[in-house]
């Protein structure tokens, strides 16, 4: 299943890099979503898209930069981040969001570590 | 706030043997109900899902869940696991919030099947 794609994988950074994470989906939805996925904590949701408009920002800071050029993409820029912020990051989809029983199809996630 | 508990961080079992893992959520309202699976080195995936009707959801690879509304509960069962089965299960809500329906997972509960 290749429904969302995540590039990279593994990404190492500086606390002083810039480096952004994107997100591909074949689905034909219109939702998508970056999740952080830490050990121990459930899955913090970060921001939706729906129709490329951000619709939810839970908080997140603003080292946390997320871009939607279209349905099919979603990049979050990083940059100036903490150590705290190594984590695995989820890119998912779904038809739209905020849908009554709406499944969300997830990419593989890109491991994070900020030294 | 919402919340949604999963009390076995880790789980080892051996072949075989039943499986159970608890889920607990803490919301008044209408819910859906979800567990998502991810086996090693793959996407998170949905495993099965409740929306309405029979409270007894049967999901993919023999897996089934009860939905238990007084309690609040809907625990993840498999009469008899497999080594495959080895993988990290997420319980998730969809609930109503603001007039939308937000996902809230839990932590996760870590399976290892010994051969």
């Known amino acids: 299943e290749t429904g969302v794609t995540q590039t990279p994988r593994h990404l190492v950074m500086g606390m002083t890099n810039k480096k952004s994470l994107k997100c591909e989906q074949h689905?034909?939805?219109?939702?998508m979503y970056w999740y952080k996925q830490s050990a121990k904590k459930p899955l913090e949701l970060m921001f939706v898209?729906?129709?490329?408009?951000?619709?939810e920002n839970n908080s997140v800071p603003s080292r946390f930069s997320p871009e939607c050029p279209n349905s099919s993409h979603l990049f979050l820029h990083l940059h100036t981040l903490q150590p705290e912020d190594s984590a695995l990051y989820l890119c998912a989809s779904s038809q739209e969001p905020g849908n009554w029983g709406e499944t969300q199809y997830f990419g593989p996630g890109t491991r994070l570590l900020v030294l | 706030a919402q919340s949604v508990s999963q009390h076995n961080h880790h789980v080892i079992l051996s072949e075989a043997a039943s499986l159970e893992l608890g889920c607990n959520y803490s919301y008044g309202g209408t819910v859906n109900l979800f567990w998502y699976v991810q086996y090693p080195g793959q996407h998170l995936q949905l495993l099965l899902k409740y929306f309405s009707g029979d409270p007894l959801v049967k999901g993919i690879k023999g897996f089934e869940a009860e939905f238990i509304k007084s309690k609040f509960s809907f625990n993840l069962r498999k009469p008899s696991v497999q080594w495959s089965d080895t993988a990290e299960y997420f319980c998730?809500?969809?609930?109503?919030?603001?007039?939308?329906?937000?996902?809230?997972f839990g932590t996760g509960t870590r399976l290892k099947v010994l051969a």
């Open positions: 689905l034909g939805h219109n939702a």
């Open positions: 898209y729906n129709f490329k408009e951000q619709t």
């Open positions: 998730a809500v969809n609930a109503q919030t603001s007039g939308t329906y937000k996902y809230i």
